[in-house]
């Protein structure tokens, strides 16, 4: 499907791709977004950068976990281009067990 709207608006896609190293406000922007998406994904980076997010009052910060991972109805990737540090993604979904004991 070839979109009509020059901006993309009526696409079934969006990116949210950083221009420089550092705090963009990306993650911000991808929380936002990933409320209402079936697919979020981290494609590049390490545990170094992050976001946290606040919801109903509890903090959640996540260095490797996208942003979708509040959203549960949203499937959540992490790509390869990821350096994953086990022991930080395993804290990571070990603290979203309060939200949702199947993480």
């Known amino acids: ?8 608006s009526d696409s079934p896609f969006c990116v949210v791709l950083g221009a420089q ?4 406000g990306k993650g911000k922007l991808v929380d936002i977004l990933a409320q209402d ?5 981290r494609f590049n980076g390490g ?6 997010l606040l919801v109903d009052g ?9 942003c979708g991972m509040i959203n549960k109805a949203c499937k959540n990737l992490i790509g390869n281009g990821v350096v994953v540090h086990i022991p930080t993604l395993m ?11 199947q993480a």
Do not use: I, M
């Open 58 to 66: 509890k903090k959640y910060a996540f260095h490797l976990l996208p």
């Open 47 to 52: 545990a170094n950068a992050g976001h946290t």
């Open 91 to 101: 804290k990571e979904l070990d603290a979203l067990k309060e939200f949702d004991p």
């Open 21 to 24: 190293w550092g705090d963009e």
């Open 37 to 41: 998406v079936q697919v979020c994904a």
């Open 1 to 8: 499907r070839k979109p009509s709207n020059v901006d993309g």
